[in-house]
Structures are given as C-alpha cells and as structure tokens.
C-alpha cells in the first residue's frame, strides 16, 4: 500500500509570498495517477490539480504542480488571502481502485 | 450544474446501522465511477469505498471492509453506503465525489455528518 507524507504540516507565509508544498509516496506513483485538492474550514474539498500539473477548471495560473516518481510539489506563486487552506495530495492505484491522501498540509497567515 | 447531494446521515449507537444516499444530477450518472471519502473531526481526509459505472466492480478501504457495503441505481442517479456495525471512529463527514479517469475527483457534495455515540 502506498503511503503518502506531506512537509511541512503547517506553512506560515504572508500574502504575496510563494508557497512551496512538498508530497512524497513511499513507492513510485504515476504522474497521471496524483492530484490535489484545497480545504477551506466547513466547505468540501476542492480539486485544484490532476495528473500531477494539470489544473482544474476555474483554477487561477499562480498554482501550478509537478514532480514525479516518489516526489510531487505544488506551489502557488503569490499568495491571495483565499488561498490560506488546508492542501492534500491524492494518489490512484487501479489493481484493485484504491486511493490515498497525503495528511495535508496547512497554509496559515504568518 | 454538476450536483452530489449526501443525505442520510445522523447520530447512531455503536454496533448499529446507518444508510447514506448519495443523489447526481447534471451529469450523466451512469458514465462515471463514484467514491465514498470521510473525514473524521478535525482530521484529515480517507478513502471509504469505490464503485465503478456499472457495479460490478467495488473495493472498499481496509477499515470498513466487511461492515460497509456500497451501491449504486443508475436509473435513479443515486448511490448508496450502507454502514453495519458502526464504531466510534466511523464519526465523519462523508461525501460522496465523482471519479476521472486517472482517478481524481472533481466533483464533491457537501457531506452528511455521521456520529456513532451512546
């Protein structure tokens, strides 16, 4: 089973600055196969990227994602007082379907 | 408009049952394979269960297996968790989201929060 960890557990930046989230799988995951979702308290989780360094619909260019293999990273290059969320990173095994999250990731107001 | 509407749930002693519907409209239901995911307070997120477009091919997380039982009618754009034996730590949100191809999810309904409490 494939297990994933997030770093750092909570990020404290300013508005403005850059965000850098780290995903790590224990095993090699297909780029295809991860995704990322944000979490703002109360609301459901949204996807942000697919495929490692696709974005969503309706998601703004300051996020992007890549990575590969064992290593996926996404940043967010200026951060809007809306993005200030928890971040989780999400792999897709297919033999049988299985899927797991990373723990997150918090994005607080420094 | 894409819409998954949960419903179902509430407050269940432990060792009881509890049945989540899950309702789609905006798309067509029937094309596209569905997952169960919760999140117990405060906590992070976990996968409960997946079914494909026509049923025949289920799994569930190690942590439900044999309690949980997942369906889906396609003519009623509805999916079903059936939950047996309910623990303490079954307590989530549970929403239920639409799986891509690739297996992300890109549809979420707003959850139904399910207690299991004396």
């Known amino acids: 089973e494939i297990v994933l960890t997030q770093s750092p557990g909570t990020l404290s930046l300013s508005p403005g600055e850059r965000a850098t989230l780290s995903c790590r799988a224990s095993?090699?995951?297909?780029?295809?196969?991860l995704a990322w979702y944000q979490q703002k308290p109360g609301q459901a989780p949204r996807l942000l990227m697919y495929?490692?360094?696709s974005r969503a619909t309706g998601i703004p260019d300051r996020f992007s994602g890549s990575g590969s293999g064992t290593d996926f990273t996404l940043s967010i290059s200026r951060l809007e007082p809306e993005d200030f969320a928890v971040y989780y990173c999400?792999?897709?095994?297919?033999?049988?379907?299985?899927?797991?999250f990373g723990p997150g990731t918090k994005v607080d107001i420094k | 408009e894409v819409q998954l509407v949960e419903s179902g749930g509430g407050l269940v002693q432990p060792g009881g049952s509890l049945r989540l519907s899950c309702a789609a409209s905006?798309?067509?239901?029937?094309?596209?394979?569905i997952n169960w995911v919760r999140q117990a307070p405060g906590k992070g997120l976990e996968w409960v269960s997946f079914?494909?477009?026509?049923?025949?091919?289920?799994s569930y997380a190690d942590s439900v297996k044999g309690r949980f039982t997942t369906s889906r009618d396609n003519a009623k754009s509805s999916l079903y968790l059936q939950m047996n034996s309910l623990r303490a730590e079954d307590t989530a949100v549970y929403y239920c989201?639409?799986?891509?191809?690739?297996?992300?999810?890109?549809?979420w309904g707003q959850g139904t929060l399910v207690t299991v409490s004396s």
């Open positions: 905006g798309f067509t239901f029937s094309s596209y394979s």
């Open positions: 999400q792999q897709y095994g297919s033999s049988p379907p299985r899927f797991t």
């Open positions: 495929g490692a360094s």
């Open positions: 095993q090699s995951v297909s780029s295809s196969n």
């Open positions: 989201m639409r799986v891509r191809s690739g297996g992300y999810l890109d549809y």
């Open positions: 079914i494909n477009t026509s049923g025949g091919s289920i």
